[in-house]
Nanobody
Framework: QLQASGGGLVQAGGSLRLSCVVSGGTISGRCTGWFRQAPGKEREFVAAISWRATSTVYADDVKGRFTVSRDNAKNTVYLQMNRLKSEDTAVYYC?????????????????WGQGTLVTVSS
């Protein structure tokens, strides 16, 4: 089971850190991805990190503002979001990719958690 947390209301330019905790399983050997879905839009890729953290991938519009990291001992992956913009408003989801591919497609991910809402006010 994956549980994302850390969302909330923040002003534009502010920061939030999201956490994704895996319980009843392990994130070892698996890439973990973050996706988001804004109202009326499709779910889109945000970032991903390979299980040894040797590779990270970011969507172009968050590169330089968001940082993904992980602590395998805690079965937790983080998404640090800085310089938030109103267009970052969405429900954020974490997901596991058992093949460790870290592709940007939702189809690459096997397990999904419930999302956490991030609202950025302008």
């Amino acid at each position: 089971q994956l549980q994302a947390s850390g969302g909330g209301l923040v002003q534009a330019g502010g920061s939030l850190r999201l956490s994704c905790v895996v319980s009843g399983g392990t994130i070892s050997g698996r890439c973990t991805g973050w996706f988001r879905q804004a109202p009326g839009k499709e779910r889109e890729f945000v970032a991903a990190i390979s299980w040894r953290a040797t590779s990270t991938v970011y969507a172009d519009d968050v590169k330089g503002r968001f940082t993904v990291s992980r602590d395998n001992a805690k079965n937790t992956v983080y998404l640090q979001m800085n310089r938030l913009k109103s267009e970052d408003t969405a429900v954020y989801y974490c997901a596991l990719d058992s093949r460790n591919s870290c592709w940007r497609s939702t189809y690459a991910y096997d397990y999904w958690g419930q999302g956490t809402l991030v609202t950025v006010s302008s």
